[in-house]
């Protein structure tokens, strides 16, 4: 290739220079859509598979936070407000420290408050083991 | 430019061209490359109300989103999806995203009963025991 172009200089040089142009605009573009969109993400846990027959599950405290349809939270049977929920936590957990943080929902309960419960259950503490369940079947 | 060196070429001789076509096959490679390993995340195409939380993290990119709706319908790369289905639709995803963090986008004012029911399908095909919650960003 080169040894033609120097037999024949004028015509058989090909400017490659608008194809350099588009290479490189393309190249930018896949270099900055391989940065991908990001996602903040708060862990929330299922309920935890239904434990084998015959195995006593162990006694231990639990913290009940019911939430009904209409989004009235109630803590061990207390009522309480979102806001309330984290020192309600934190009141059981001083008692009991064993205890244990169970989210129930009623099935039509907002997932809007759920979130926040469990938000509430990380600020007081408990950073894994905090499982959601459905109420009623 | 091209203009520019070409009269500087036939003015000063051959030696001054700058011989371009390295750096082209270089930029060909970098491109095949990028345009290769190019993926992108499959957005579920709703608008969702995302709760605000304190306590979360950064997920890691190219997740797969499920996203339910206020009216706790359920969107995968904008189709809407039915409850029964959505076990198949994260193993088709899982195809083309092997390693894809599952994410949940969920809307604040959704049903508690999806919501649990989609955790348990993760749980039953990850066995992971912790599912991401989209939250909005600060």
Not at chain 1, 11 to 18: G, K, M, R, S, Y
Not at chain 1, 49 to 77: F, K, M
């Amino acid at each position: 290739m080169r040894g033609r172009s120097k037999r024949a200089p004028e015509e058989a040089d090909v400017d490659l220079t608008p194809m350099l142009d588009v290479v490189f605009i393309l190249l930018i573009f896949f270099i900055v859509t391989a940065t991908f969109a990001q996602e903040e993400a708060l862990g929330l846990e299922p309920p935890p598979p239904p434990p084998p027959p015959n195995v006593e599950p162990p006694e231990q405290q639990a913290i009940l936070i019911y939430i009904d349809e209409s989004g009235l939270i109630t803590v061990n049977g207390r009522v309480a407000d979102i806001g309330s929920v984290r020192a309600n936590i934190e009141r059981v957990k001083a008692e009991n420290p064993e205890s244990a943080v169970v989210i129930q929902a009623h099935p039509q309960a907002r997932n809007g408050t759920i979130i926040l419960i469990r938000d509430a259950a990380y600020n007081a503490g408990y950073t894994d083991g905090v499982n959601v369940v459905l109420s009623g079947g | 430019m091209a203009r520019r060196k070409r009269g500087l070429s036939s003015g000063g001789g051959t030696d001054d061209d700058v011989n371009l076509t390295p750096m082209l096959d270089v930029v060909f490679i970098l491109l095949i490359f990028f345009i290769v390993t190019a993926q992108f995340i499959k957005e579920p195409g709703v608008d969702i109300i995302r709760p605000e939380v304190d306590n979360k993290a950064q997920a890691k990119p190219l997740a797969i989103l499920i996203a339910v709706d206020a009216n706790s319908e359920i969107w995968m790369d904008k189709k809407p999806v039915p409850l029964a289905e959505i076990g198949f639709q994260i193993k088709r995803f899982r195809q083309d995203n092997p390693k894809g963090e599952i994410v949940v986008q969920t809307d604040v004012d959704s049903n508690a009963e999806t919501l649990v029911t989609i955790m348990e399908t993760i749980n039953q095909i990850d066995g992971s025991t912790v599912i991401n919650i989209s939250a909005e960003l600060d």
